[in-house]
């Protein structure tokens, strides 16, 4: 959304704006005016033109939608249907671009981690932000802490009871066990000493019916109704912007979500299967588990929460 037409919305949310009172106000003509209107018309904005202009309502989904308003400085691309979010945004973030969000209502190629399928249909939230932190590759492992924490942030303030799975789920408990809300798969360019760019791509189950989903899973619309999808995006990605500019509060907010801490857990690592009790994080996203025998630093795994003996 260019300046102008989101100093327009600006203007007349909640009152009544006369066109020459806008020409005036943003140094532009009458006809530019009634030309930014007919365009924000077109983009789904109801504004009504009875004694001035006046913004009625915001579109439910898209990139204007949720750049109206969004206290983050992103630009959204939306797609209605997509193959998958994070494959787009890798193709923008060598194309130079930043703080680009590529945003779809569906995924048609979405893949979860390690090549798992993920399930992505339409009345999702299939984000992909492409960032430049200012951070070595080692520390990366951050970034998806972060957007974890921002998506629990999201959920918890909309009545839901998510809370995090060790490294990149966002879990809801349930009386019949933990279900999959949503997961996070975050992909990176770098070189020795500094990261080029990293898409933290996250799947929501928003606005899903479960039968649609795989099992295990759950959505917003199971655990709380629909919710409004521009707004919850517009709070993942404000959480998320406000966590990546103080990295010290990332541990401690993870923390304070982990379902995993305090868990007996099975991680399948690279070089073998550790077991025992997730007593805490460590920078950059290192999972410390107690064997009974030793402390044992995970810094990356397949983890499984065992039920209680």
Not at 80 to 86: A, K
Request: charged share 30%.
């Amino acid at each position: 959304m260019n300046d102008t037409r989101r100093a327009v919305l600006e203007a007349i949310d909640g009152q009544g704006v006369s066109g020459a009172d806008l020409a005036k106000r943003l140094d532009v003509t009458r006809a530019a005016v009634w030309k930014h209107v007919e365009a924000l018309r077109e983009e789904g904005f109801l504004i009504e033109s009875d004694n001035g202009y006046r913004l009625v309502s915001v579109p439910e989904f898209g990139a204007s939608a949720v750049e109206y308003g969004l206290d983050a400085p992103f630009e959204i691309e939306y797609h209605d249907t997509i193959g998958s979010t994070n494959d787009r945004a890798r193709e923008a973030a060598s194309a130079g671009a930043e703080n680009l969000v590529v945003l779809a209502d569906e995924q048609t190629g979405s893949r979860g981690r390690l090549d798992r399928e993920w399930s992505a249909p339409s009345g999702g939230i299939w984000v992909s932000p492409v960032l430049r932190p200012d951070i070595p590759p080692a520390h990366a492992p951050l970034v998806t802490l972060a957007a974890a924490v921002a998506t629990t942030t999201a959920a918890r303030e909309a009545g839901v009871d998510a809370r995090i799975k060790w490294p990149n789920d966002v879990l809801v408990p349930t009386a019949d066990g933990d279900r999959k809300l949503a997961g996070i798969l975050t992909e990176m360019e770098g070189e020795a000493d500094r990261i080029s760019w990293v898409v933290p791509g996250i799947g929501i189950n928003a606005n899903i019916d479960v039968a649609e989903l795989p099992a295990g899973a759950t959505s917003l619309r199971d655990q709380v109704g629909d919710v409004d999808r521009r707004v919850f995006t517009q709070r993942v990605l404000e959480a998320l912007d406000e966590l990546l500019s103080e990295e010290d509060a990332i541990l401690e907010r993870w923390r304070e979500n982990a379902l995993t801490l305090g868990q007996r857990v099975r991680v399948e690592t690279a070089s073998g299967i550790v077991e025992g009790e997730a007593i805490d994080i460590e920078r950059p996203g290192t999972l410390l588990v107690d064997t009974g025998s030793e402390t044992v630093r995970v810094h990356a795994g397949d983890c499984e929460h065992l039920r209680p003996a």
